[in-house]
């Protein structure tokens, strides 16, 4: 304002647009600032003026803003798409952004028009800015160069950019005088679209160009179809419009406080909304509320309703992608299948992720893509899945499928409904629905019923699974004795049962009533019932190895490794009782049992005798492996003697006893030239030299410290042999002449020890020892000649012998004194000639390398007298072996099982103290 004088001082009220004046004259005033809204507005972007000289630009979506400083009064904004133009006192600045991205928010200067205007409206486009100034359009390029103009008939009161291609925008404009005018950039002409009573205050366009909202000077709300210039429909209490630019059906308008949204021909939504809309994208709304721009959120949830209503499920979902709740999808998506409309509640349940409901409609899909096309079926499972199940059933019924209908109540446990739904007289319906309803009462915790229920369906399986479970024998018993022989399955099953709560004699039962020879066995093996088991298999022999390997493993696992390997044997499992014996003999070995592991390599040696007799293929290997073993088993058995006398304190043999025994096993060594496991040469050699010192052997007493001077001696028996080592050598260079034997074929006088083997040095006939002295027994053996069989052998034995006397060179003297002598008659006799086996003990060459034994022929064998001659009578494929006594007063007894010879007295003690043969453990009563 202006004052008489002059004005001395001014001041602005804090915080308020308000200014207060001091002038010379002593006038004081006060005046109120008024500034008009300087801004611009397209699409999402909104651009005013702040502190007068800056122009803030802002992201409605993303919240972002950026100053523009202007440094001058800022007079108008225009702002389009990718340019900005601010109209300063003497020039307009054009702005562009740096890239074509949607988001980029920085500007640069473009173009400078540096010239003064005066407008009330500025518009940009993209070539282009437009001066409105009262009823006069201008179109200046931005060089400032006017490119067109247009004259209005009225005042210009409103005027919108609408977009299109660049240099050819369309600008919609309303007059004063009510008319709506479209102008094209490069267009000289005005085109009119339409023609109202009322001034224009607010206009907008809908996505399609289809449809024009106005807004007149009465505040009314009026929409006109672009095309046919026909009020569509009309609303009060507006102030501002805009269309949504993604929905081509919905608009929205203010005016009171209100906000009004509009959905197609569909009543209007309002909420409280402070200020004037001025766009709406999406479920977004632009209002401007004095000098700020926000975004708002509108959920579009009211007119989806809307359109719901009117089963216009498409539509609904179109308005629903623009923004709306979770429980809004739900609702749309339910109402749509309900609707049957499948294309847009599969999209729904996708946006809400519900997978079980997308299964249904894709079986669905599935179904009509079969043919299938009762849509009541289709909305029957529908209704089915969103839990109205009694309509759901009543569908079913009208559409004749009540199976479904008695299916769905039987897996929701109502079978009171589901009998509503059987078919009339079908058994199998009525037996399936006890069936479901057993299963229910299993699974509710009431066995019984359900065991109950499945026998009256006739599920006995799952009846009996239940009662087997339970332990309910009585039940169990009753329902197996029920069941014909016929039905196998649910007998096993019962079987099964019983074996489970360990009552054998109900399970063999069951089992015999179904025939099931097998099972049986295989009952009686499990639980160890051997002696039900063996008669079984004498009425069954085909269950002969079923029944003996398992009871073979059986044993072995108890300890009863020899009845085991029997057992095996007896099963035809060769292969098994051989195995088991080996880790037997090889355990007994480790363990220092020699005794164990000579009995062990015995039974082997029978076994591998015992193959090759059945078996010709392997007939040689087996005769290898049975010597082997044989002679294993002798040299263990007699270490077993040794091991206990170096080990232990105390023995029970006699001097002489283990002197022999020792011989025994170092001549065994000497001929095998690898010591067998576990037997010691160090044991064997100390044991030797102690006892050969004992009895007078000083010489095999020296051989033997000698020996064990080259081998490494454990530190227990170092002391005592460097001990003997030393006081042998005070002992004669010989041994005594009682210790060394006798061969009885050739009479020769051996050395105690033959570096040749355990034979005559001179005749080579092999000594035969007495497996518990282990003293030479007077025993010479004999062949049969050639074409002598052993049977033929065995009757010429037991024919009478001649009655011709049979001399004996061996005489006997009486006693004299206390001295009893005996000796050997060499002198010619012509009597010689009556043993004709006697004659024969001389066919051998003198000093020969080669060993001849004795032959015997008819009538040799005719002569000999049965008492005298010990045969071992092996089992085929190996010959007997025959043996005569050189002293029939020399009691000797052979064992009929291992074919070993003993003294009578030795073996008489030794099977009464034990009560078997030492060497084979044949029991006497055996």
Known sequence: ???????????????????????????????????????????????????????????????????????????????????????????????????????????????????????????????????????????????????????????????????????????????????????????????????????????????????????????????????????????????????????????????????????????????????????????????????????????????????????????????????????????????????????????????????????????????????????????????????????????????????????MYTDLRMFEYAKDYVGTGDPKDQRHLITKQAEWAKNINEPKAAAEMYLSAGEHVKAIEIIGDHGWLEMLIDVARRLDKAEREPLSRCAHYFKQLEHWAYAAETYAKMGDTKALVTLHVDTRHWDEAFALVERHPEFKDDVYVSYAQWLAENDRFEEAQKAFHRAGRQQDAVKVLEQLTHNAVRENRFQDAGYYYWMLSMQCLEISGADSDQQQEMLEKFHRFQKLAENYYAYHSIQRYTDEPFTSHLPEALFNICRFVLHAMQEDKEIPPGISKVATLHALAKQSRTLGGYKLARYAFEKLQSLKVPARFQESIDLGSITIRSKPFHDSEDLLPMCYRCSTTNPLLNNQGNHCINCRQPFVHSFSSFEVLPLVEFVLEEGISDEEALQLLDQEPSAKKVKDKWKENKMVGDIQSMRFDDEPDDLENDDPFTSRLMSFEQGGSDFTPVVVNRSVLQAINRTEVFIKRWPKPLQYQYYRSLLPDVSIVMCDSCWQLFHLDDYELLVLQKGYCPFCRKATDE
């Not at 000077?217 to 026909?230: A, G, R």
């Not at 909304?273 to 700020?292: A, D, P, R, T």
């Not at 959120?297 to 359109?307: G, I, K």
């Open 1 to 407: 304002g202006e004052q008489q004088s002059w004005v001395w001082t001014c001041r602005v009220r804090p915080d308020q647009n308000f200014v207060a004046i001091g002038c010379q004259d002593g006038t004081i005033a006060y005046y109120q600032l008024i500034f008009s809204t300087v801004h611009g507005l397209y699409k999402d972007r909104y651009a005013y003026r702040e502190n007068m000289t800056d122009v803030i630009v802002q992201h409605l979506l993303t919240e972002q803003k950026v100053k523009i400083k202007c440094r001058d009064l800022v007079k108008k904004i225009a702002i389009y798409k990718h340019r900005l133009a601010v109209q300063l006192p003497e020039k307009i600045i054009i702005y562009e952004l740096y890239s074509d991205d949607s988001s980029d928010m920085h500007y640069r200067v473009k173009e400078k028009i540096s010239k003064k205007f005066e407008c009330n409206l500025l518009v940009v486009t993209s070539n282009n800015i437009i001066l409105c100034q009262e009823r006069r359009l201008q179109c200046l390029s931005f060089q400032g160069v006017k490119e067109r103009e247009w004259v209005m008939e009225s005042l210009i009161r409103y005027i919108k950019v609408i977009g299109g291609p660049p240099a050819r925008e369309g600008l919609l404009v309303g007059l004063k005088n009510g008319q709506v005018m479209k102008i094209f950039v490069d267009n000289p002409f005005p085109i009119l679209l339409l023609k109202q009573n009322t001034s224009i205050r607010c206009l907008d366009m809908s996505a399609s160009r289809n449809k024009l909202a106005v807004v007149d000077e009465n505040n009314t709300c009026l929409v006109y179809d672009v095309n046919s210039k026909e009020l569509l429909f009309q609303e009060p209490n507006a102030n501002s419009v805009a269309w949504n630019t993604q929905e081509e059906e919905m608009l929205c308008f203010s005016g009171g406080g209100v906000l009004n949204i509009k959905a197609g021909n569909f009543p209007v939504h309002q909420q409280k909304m402070q200020g004037f809309v001025v766009g709406y994208c999406g479920s977004k709304i632009f209002c401007l509320h004095v000098y700020s721009m926000t975004a708002i959120d509108v959920p579009q949830s009211a007119p989806m309703y809307q359109y719901l209503e009117k089963k216009l499920y498409k539509d609904a979902y179109r308005i629903g992608c623009l923004g709306v709740t979770d429980l809004d999808w739900q609702h749309l998506a339910h109402e749509a299948l309900e609707g049957l409309d499948f294309e847009t509640a599969k999209k729904a349940f996708i946006r809400t992720r519900d997978l079980r409901y997308l299964e249904l409609i894709y079986s669905i899909e599935d179904r009509i893509k079969r043919g299938e096309g009762d849509d009541q079926q289709f909305l029957a499972d529908v209704y089915a899945y969103q839990g109205k199940f009694h309509e759901a059933a009543k569908l079913y019924k009208r559409s004749g499928n009540e199976s479904k209908a008695m299916n």
